[in-house]
């Protein structure tokens, strides 16, 4: 993603509807859906770093805690993706 070279927060919201269409577009049941989910999660948990604003990471878990799901636990992403939903309980933790 071009705002974690370039730092530019409109990069960043530029590419949070493109991520959101993204799923629109993938069937629940698409291969890729897993790791979309959790590029969304990462945006957004970006975002609230930069600007706080809770309903941002609180939809960050909720797309975390979906993509594992979605990911058999034998995939090398699964770990990843669990991983990424504890980054997002320990910011949570970090701002109450």
């Avoid at 071009?2 to 698409?30: K, N, Q």
Wanted: no cysteine.
């Amino acid at each position: 993603m071009r705002f974690e070279y370039g730092g530019r927060v409109a990069d960043l919201e530029e590419a949070i509807p493109i991520e959101r269409a993204v799923l629109e577009l993938l069937p629940e049941s698409h291969p890729k859906r897993p790791l979309k989910l959790g590029d969304l999660a990462s945006s957004l948990r970006t975002r609230f770093g930069l600007g706080g604003r809770m309903e941002d990471l609180d939809e960050s878990i909720t797309l975390e805690r979906n993509a594992p799901v979605l990911q058999p636990e034998g995939h090398p992403a699964h770990s990843v993706l669990l991983a990424d939903l504890a980054v997002a309980f320990r910011r949570a933790l970090s701002t109450v």
